[in-house]
């Protein structure tokens, strides 16, 4: 058991406008001092009567408001509003009384505060829902109503023990989910801390007892030691040349846990919890700065971060690393100018002044921007709970930032996964990527990426590409390889296919390929048909463009076309007319016009499940959903098209049927007796010996549809001697699939 500590962040106590008038000095800026003894006065009376839950005056709440806001270095407007934040609200003041006192521009400010925080307790979804729309809508006017709410928000937060165990939950949740963030997206790194570390020790009290000890602890035993590495880094630097000032901090407790339950570690092997900060005078000394770091301390791979070269969302900017400390354990440093340190803790109020001293409006601002962006979505959406969700949500860019394991930051769009990192990184690292590794962890490659995740690719040299993969990746760079490297190895497989298939047609000609392909002839029809070579020609025929046959009549003499080589067969070859059919049966959804055909590998039968190609200048080939073209992916998935087939249709569909069958005297004429029987034909049969005793048989029979065909199969198989009655689909054209 730990004893509760004491909370993270002091309460800021403030009794007087003094402390108040003595922060907006030390701004450096003009101000009237009388106006906001006016208004201190106002406020002091209406809420003169009232006191906290801590039961200390109202006051001091107010005061303690316009301090913060004076201390974040916000103008005295925004001071002033601080001080009258809730006399619109709490007390019996009127807009009128407030603008005739104090001018319209504070009163609009003390009305958008106000309106912030009215229906904050109705109902809880709905209220805050409204509370965050309503602040939205008033921050498109002026972003001062949202630091006043963040300081308001800030100091209510300092004093959240008074409230009941229930608001403490319920105000500490609002506090994490919608305020830190906004603080966040504004570049205010303090307020922000500041809100999730007492957002953390009202909602999870004991966690934050047990790393309260814990970094205390470690502070107490590691005290000697940061101290000679703070003197350390102060001489390296100073040898070196560089002006710096030498800086070191615990990080946040909030940030710290969310790391630890990120990372799955337990508490007791917490380390990283030191950050050593480097403020250089100049640019250039930043850079130098981290050379001679890095040379002095091994660098921890994957955690160097160049904020500069590439500024957060929120215009933070600094270099992070971390180096390995004597003793082994590393310690993160950052290292940045003056100038970006500013920006670093303040956020938009040090852009703000910036802006301010140029003459500069601020509504131009990135920021706004952002604010403005929510506006709109605000509009569109009805049901406030919803509204609340996308605030959540979109409290964060639409792109992550990664690092490479050498620490380069890569950006990409949000969904992306570590197969387009790989792609983005190099081609050959996307084409062998066979894992990934996210800090440290093996994930799935279809994860997504998230900010600040270091990816590692792992390769295999037999690891290729899959068309999955275009199922989610999200760049145009990975999607634009794989479809490339894919694309190749279709090629390569159709090459595969034609080969052997132009081979063969060679062959029954009794032309030794070799000769043919290096001759004349070969040559001449090559270049009269633009391909670049023979291997061109065998991918046309295995992608089915052209066919053997026609090859064959171009490139062999008249001669040798004359005298076709014998067939080893047995059995008597039959060859009948094939009859001509129409492409009248099959819808194209959609395209009434488009030429549809059946296509030669699979000829599909009505009732059965199609899908159409549209090929390169020959209309739509239709084929059947199980045909190995479509499974084995010859094909260019963006052109596959929706066909149907129409009714009423008479025509008659080719089937190729293959048959083994015992090579005995007869069996062929048993065989076109039971299909002319069944009402069909024969528009094409050829016959073979594989080996004594059996014969092969491929016969093409015209179908009405499936039913018609099945009755086909089934009849045949009842002959006697014939075995292995099957249907056969291509998987090129002309090569058969099946053994
Ligand atoms: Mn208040």
């Not at 790194?189 to 009290?205: H, I, Q, R, S």
């Not at 063969?504 to 070799?514: N, T, W």
């Amino acid at each position: 058991m730990h004893l509760q500590p004491p909370p993270p962040v002091p309460v800021t106590k403030i009794e007087s406008l003094d402390p108040v008038l003595e922060r907006l000095e030390a701004q450096g800026r003009p101000f009237d001092p009388d106006l906001l003894r006016r208004v201190y006065g106002f406020s002091a009376d209406m809420h003169r009567d009232q006191v906290r839950r801590s039961g200390e005056p109202y006051l001091f709440h107010p005061l303690a408001v316009s301090y913060l806001l004076a201390d974040l270095k916000f103008d005295q407007t925004c001071v002033a509003t601080g001080l009258l934040h809730d006399v619109l609200e709490d007390t019996l003041t009127t807009r009128d009384v407030l603008e005739k006192r104090f001018g319209a521009e504070i009163t609009e400010l003390v009305d958008g505060v106000t309106k912030i925080g009215r229906h904050a307790y109705v109902r809880r979804d709905q209220a805050q829902a409204e509370t965050f729309r309503k602040m939205i809508l008033a921050s498109a006017k002026d972003i001062r109503v949202i630091l006043v709410k963040l300081a308001d928000r800030l100091h209510n937060m300092q004093t959240l023990q008074h409230m009941s165990p229930e608001a403490r939950r319920r105000i500490s949740r609002e506090t994490l989910e919608i305020y830190a963030p906004i603080a966040h997206r504004l570049g205010m790194a303090k307020v922000k801390g500041d809100l999730e570390d007492l957002a953390f020790y009202f909602l999870y009290p004991h966690q934050f007892a047990e790393l309260h000890s814990k970094i205390q602890e470690k502070v107490k035993l590691g005290q000697e030691e940061v101290e000679r590495l703070r003197e350390r880094f102060r001489r390296t630097l100073e040898e070196a040349g560089i002006e710096a000032e030498i800086g070191f901090r615990v990080k946040r407790y909030y940030s710290i846990y969310q790391k630890l339950r990120r990372q799955g570690i337990d508490i007791s092997r917490l380390y990283d919890y030191l950050a050593f900060r480097i403020i250089t005078s100049t640019d250039k000394d930043v850079y130098a700065a981290l050379g001679v770091v890095h040379q002095n301390w091994r660098p921890v791979p994957g955690r160097f971060k160049d904020y500069i070269a590439m500024p957060k969302p929120n215009l933070y900017q600094s270099l992070h690393t971390t180096v390995v400390g004597e003793r082994g354990q590393p310690f993160e440093v950052q290292i940045r100018t003056r100038e970006m340190d500013l920006v670093a803790e303040e956020g938009i109020a040090a852009h703000w002044r910036y802006k301010e001293g140029k003459g500069e409006n601020l509504a131009s601002d990135l920021n706004i921007l952002w604010l403005r962006q929510l506006l709109e979505w605000q509009k569109e959406i009805q049901d406030p709970r919803t509204f609340l969700t996308t605030l959540k949500i979109d409290l964060y860019p639409d792109e992550v930032y990664v690092f490479t394991p050498k620490g380069e930051v890569l950006c990409f769009p949000r969904g992306a996964t570590p197969i387009d990192f790989a792609y983005k990184v190099h081609t050959e690292l996307g084409h062998h990527c066979a894992g990934a590794r996210v800090n440290g962890k093996l994930v799935p490659l279809r994860s997504t990426l998230t900010n600040g995740d270091m990816i590692e690719i792992l390769t295999s040299p037999n690891s290729a590409p899959s068309r999955d993969w275009l199922n989610f990746v999200v760049t145009s760079r990975a999607k634009s390889k794989i479809r490339h490297w894919l694309n190749a190895v279709q090629k390569e497989r159709a090459v595969e296919i034609g080969r052997p298939l132009l081979e063969k047609e060679l062959r029954k000609y009794k032309a030794s390929p070799k000769k043919v392909y290096d001759g004349k002839a070969m040559a001449e029809y090559l270049e009269q048909e633009g391909m670049s070579g023979v291997e061109d020609l065998f991918s046309r025929i295995g992608f089915g463009k052209t066919s053997p046959k026609h090859v064959v009549a171009r490139v062999l003499s008249e001669a040798q076309l004359a005298e076709p080589a014998e067939e080893p067969s047995r059995l008597r070859k039959v060859v009948r007319k094939i009859l001509p059919f129409g492409s009248g049966p099959i819808l194209v959804k959609g395209q009434g016009d488009l030429l549809a055909f059946l296509a030669k590998c699979c000829n599909p039968v009505p009732g059965e499940d199609i899908v159409g190609y549209v090929t390169r200048g020959r209309g739509v080939s239709v084929h059947s959903t199980d045909c190995p073209n479509v499974r084995n992916l010859l094909y260019n998935q963006d052109r596959e098209i929706e066909v149907q087939w129409a009714k009423d249709d008479e025509s008659r569909y080719r089937v190729t049927v293959g048959i083994e069958a015992t090579d005995e005297p007869g069996m062929l004429a048993k065989l076109t007796e039971v299909i002319a029987k069944l009402d069909s034909n024969i528009s094409h049969l050829e016959a073979e010996t594989v080996e004594p005793g059996l014969g092969l048989i491929e016969v093409v029979v015209q179908v009405r549809d499936r039913k018609h065909l099945e009755k086909i199969l089934k009849a045949l198989r009842s002959i006697p001697g014939m075995s292995r009655v099957e249907r056969r689909m291509s998987s090129g054209n002309g090569a058969r699939a099946l053994p």
